[in-house]
């Protein structure tokens, strides 16, 4: 019988070195250190920029950030008043690429449909509404207060 297999008891395992318990790295990426390990997480990053991009949600949501983004720059009257306008439309992109990451990874066990699935979607769905409603009064609020005398 193969030793990965074997049957056996708690502390069988000590003539062997650490090098021999730890299996192989089956990701490249978790063996790597270093600037090689930030420049392959930048490279998986924008590959999961480009993935969501796929998505007509997430490249509307990327449209109207092209322009509210600069714009907060000017409607707001604080540092703090552009970060929260800039923030929160930021927000909002991050949660729809976490909603696309969980509806991708429930599609991906199957396509036959399960409470559990139909709940994590529905819940991925519910943070991206409530991620909307959250940028939505902070620039109604801005506006408000800059359209008012």
Not at 27 to 42: I, S
Not at 76 to 95: F, H, I, P, T, Y
Request: glycine letters at 10%.
């Amino acid at each position: 019988m193969p030793p990965e297999v074997r049957p056996g008891r708690v502390g069988e395992n000590e003539g062997m070195s650490h090098r021999d318990a730890l299996p192989e790295f089956v990701n490249e990426q978790k063996g790597r250190t270093g600037l090689r390990r930030v420049w392959h997480a930048a490279g998986y990053s924008m590959a999961g920029l480009r993935a969501g991009w796929e998505e007509a949600a997430f490249r509307l949501e990327a449209c109207l950030s092209f322009v509210l983004v600069p714009l907060a720059f000017f409607i707001g009257r604080s540092w703090v008043e552009v970060a929260l306008l800039a923030g929160s439309v930021l927000l909002v992109m991050m949660v729809e690429l976490l909603n696309t990451a969980v509806e991708a990874a429930i599609d991906r066990i199957g396509p036959e449909r399960h409470d559990l699935s139909k709940r994590a979607k529905d819940m991925g769905s519910a943070a991206v509404l409530l991620s909307l409603l959250l940028a939505g009064g902070i620039w109604l609020t801005a506006l408000v207060r800059l359209l008012s005398p």
